[in-house]
């Protein structure tokens, strides 16, 4: 199986900030590789595919990069509401796998 | 509007059996793989099986395989999984999931 490791496990930020959140695969995904984002107590939410495409509706702040192994999700001039917990995807190969996910503190 | 509506949670003894549902609108439901990913309180997320949009391929992740059945019926524009042979650790939020799309969830508790 492919194994997703996302770093870090948590931060903390304030408004205006730029976070990055960072994901490694154990194998080389191609751009096999997708953004989610879930706040408290709802269901996750896509918000980048193929790596790089952003999905229909999610604010321009979010970008995302990379292929292979190593991918990067970047959050401009960060939003309280941008608070939540943010999971990596491969779906290259099956078993599809997350990361562990990252908690964004406001 | 895209929208998925997941129902059939419950709670279900070990060893039970318990049948989820997951309602497409909005979308082409027969020319997109499916999915169930499945989310353990304060845990986090583990895909649990994909179905091909003509119902022709299944892929299932090691843990529920030989246990739970995905399947659909496309006329109905509806996604099912099955779930067999109940363990305290299926207890979680089902969630089905689409083209990037993902439904509400469905609380499934297996305990006695």
């Known amino acids: 199986d492919i194994q997703m490791t996302q770093s870090p496990s948590s931060l903390s930020a304030s408004v205006g900030d730029r976070v990055t959140i960072t994901c490694r695969a154990s194998q080389a995904i191609s751009n096999a590789l997708a953004w989610l984002q879930q706040r408290p107590g709802k269901a996750p939410k896509s918000l980048i595919y193929d790596a790089s495409s952003l999905l229909s509706g999610v604010p321009s702040r979010f970008s995302g990069s990379g292929s292979g192994t190593d991918f990067t999700l970047t959050i401009s001039n960060l939003q309280p509401e941008d608070f939540g917990t943010y999971y990596c995807l491969q779906y290259t190969a099956y078993p599809r796998t997350y990361g562990q996910g990252t908690k964004v503190e406001i | 509007e895209v929208q998925l509506v997941e129902s059939g949670g419950d709670l279900v003894q070990p060893g039970g059996s318990l049948r989820l549902s997951c309602e497409a609108s909005g979308f082409t439901f027969s020319t997109y793989d499916m999915h169930w990913v499945r989310q353990p309180p304060g845990k986090g997320l583990e895909w649990l099986s994909t179905?091909?949009?003509?119902?022709?391929?299944?892929y299932y992740a090691a843990a529920v395989n030989g246990r739970f059945t995905i399947s659909r019926d496309n006329s109905e524009n509806t996604l099912y999984l099955q779930m067999d042979s109940l363990r305290a650790e299926d207890s979680a939020i089902y969630y089905c999931?689409?083209?990037?799309?993902w439904g509400q969830g469905t609380l499934v508790t297996v305990s006695s």
């Open positions: 179905i091909g949009g003509r119902g022709d391929s299944t």
């Open positions: 999931v689409g083209p990037w799309i």
